[in-house]
């Protein structure tokens, strides 16, 4: 048996992204008394946060309305130039906007970097006094005897490869509350065995997954367009009997944000989604843009895309899931930020009314009711 520290707190966030940061600031918002936790995997806030995206503000207004003026990075790039194309091996049909279905529009949209926003919200959340531990994933979640989830244990450190310890090993803690928030993303290993437990995906449609490869570049200043968006769909894909498409997102600073994103119910076995995102770059229209810059990142994630029917009950026991955990993306808007944020912002506001009420450790109906009858449910 290993000792360990233990925390408590009223609520704790397992993620610091977009949805568990949101959830700890509206927690603060509602009751500043409360106390919140947010544990990150990642060295920093922002470490495992790979994405440029292009962000629909609704969310955000409605968590911080002055985030315009109080330096957040997002509002350097509004989106000036929405583009999607159908490719061809060597050319492109460009989609008239009079055709395009309105949800894909994105006037009022931001484009930006996702890690550089949730690092400007975690510092939102610090000034509230939200206690975020970066270098701190949860490896495990705690029970109490009813069968209620009543937090998460951090990993071990200083385990070498055959699962001994080592001179500098240190156990991990038990950070426990009232209400736990699983916000971990797309897949999560906690999320994963919470659906299994308390058949959480009883009466949705499976969730389905797509591999986004992403990249960020420095590119010649003339070639720059700040705010310019283009989507892709077609070419290299349609070679193979399978879906998905590019984006690449003109961001501040000379850079873009690249990506390509392969569905993964293909059924050619070969197709590889690494080189077919390296043969989407070859395109001409996208080489054009690229050549004689640089790239500075890169990385992968899955991503929801099951949509809303693949939702699966948000409440259990303890505790509740938001965000990519619960599958928020929108897939023909090509979104998913504010969906999260919003998401967690109606956990938040439950979980406090539960524990103002002198509530703990039971199942949050109210939440999942509060997603199923807002903007969320309707876009």
């Known amino acids: 048996m290993i000792e360990r520290e233990e925390m408590p707190y009223d609520v704790v966030v397992v993620g610091g992204g977009p949805a568990g940061l949101a959830t700890a600031i509206r927690l603060k918002q509602v009751d500043p008394e409360l106390s919140v936790c947010v544990l990150e995997k990642g060295s920093e806030i922002g470490a495992h946060i790979l994405s440029g995206a292009t962000i629909d503000p609704k969310a955000l207004d409605e968590l911080l309305p002055a985030w315009r003026e109080d330096g957040c990075p997002l509002a350097e790039t509004p989106v000036t130039d929405n583009w999607h194309w159908h490719l061809t091996k060597k050319g492109k049909l460009a ?5 395009q279905p309105p949800f894909m529009s994105n006037d009022g949209n931001y484009t930006g970097s996702l890690g550089n926003l949730c690092r400007w919200l975690a510092e939102q959340a610090e000034a509230l006094e939200v206690e975020i531990f970066p270098g701190f994933p949860a490896a495990e979640i705690l029970y109490d005897d009813k069968g209620a989830v009543i937090g998460v244990q951090t990993g071990d450190m ?3 490869r055959e ?7 240190q156990p991990g803690m038990n950070l426990v509350g009232k209400y736990t928030v699983f916000c971990e993303g797309a897949r999560g290993h906690l999320t994963k065995r919470l659906k299994a437990r308390y058949d959480l995906e009883a009466n949705c449609q499976p969730q389905i997954y797509g591999l986004g490869i992403k990249e960020l570049w420095d590119i010649w200043p003339e070639k720059h367009v700040p705010g310019r968006v283009i989507h892709t769909q077609g070419w290299p894909l349609s070679e193979h009997d399978a879906w998905g498409g590019g984006f690449l997102y003109h961001q501040a600073n000379n850079q873009v944000a690249l990506g390509f994103v392969t569905a993964l119910d293909y059924k050619n076995p070969y197709v590889y989604p690494f080189e077919e995102f390296q043969r989407w770059k070859q395109h001409p229209e996208i080489r054009a843009i ?12 899955a991503i929801n895309e099951g949509g809303w029917q693949s939702v699966p009950q948000l409440a259990f026991p303890g505790g509740v899931l938001a965000g990519c955990s619960a599958g928020f993306v929108n897939v023909p808007r090509i979104k998913g930020t504010h969906t999260a944020m919003k998401s967690g912002m109606l956990a938040a506001e439950a979980i406090a009314g539960a524990i103002k009420a002198g509530r703990e450790q039971d199942t949050l109906q109210e939440y999942d009711a509060a997603v199923r009858s807002s903007w969320i449910a309707k876009e």
């Open 290 to 301: 690229l050549e004689g810059g640089k790239r500075v990142a890169y990385g992968a994630r």
């Open 163 to 169: 699962g001994n310890q080592k001179a500098d090993f």
């Open 95 to 99: 989609i008239p906007h009079l055709i």
């Open 158 to 160: 200083g385990i070498d």
